[in-house]
């Protein structure tokens, strides 16, 4: 299996083992990932370090990952930064709110974490990494 070239990926998760959890995985394929458990933090992050990816829960304990989402797209050119939602909000209207505030794909806990390193490489426009072989 190849290594991802090093992109650098912000997870937003108040969980922080579900964070280390996820850090690692992406790690695991070379990339490089960042942790913050809040939605402010996380945009001054952002701002400062613009990563290749957000991964971003909706239930965040400051404000909710949907405003975060629709502050990114606000801030920085729209659709620069993909958007990952990764959270526990699995009706079909918390989707669509998800895909109205900004994400460009929508997983829910618990998670694959094959479907979500899955996801992650086509958001950066990678080749699958499994099938396989």
Known sequence: MEKARSKHILIVEDNESLARMVKMS?????????TETQGKSALTYVAERQPDLVIL???LPDCSGLQVARELRRLHHP???PILMLTINDKPVDQLKGFAHGADAYLTKPFNSTELLETV???MGEAAISNGG
């Open 57 to 59: 829960d909706i239930n």
């Open 79 to 81: 659709w620069a930064i």
């Open 26 to 34: 992406l790690e695991s394929m070379g990339y490089t990932a960042h």
């Open 121 to 123: 490489a086509l958001l």
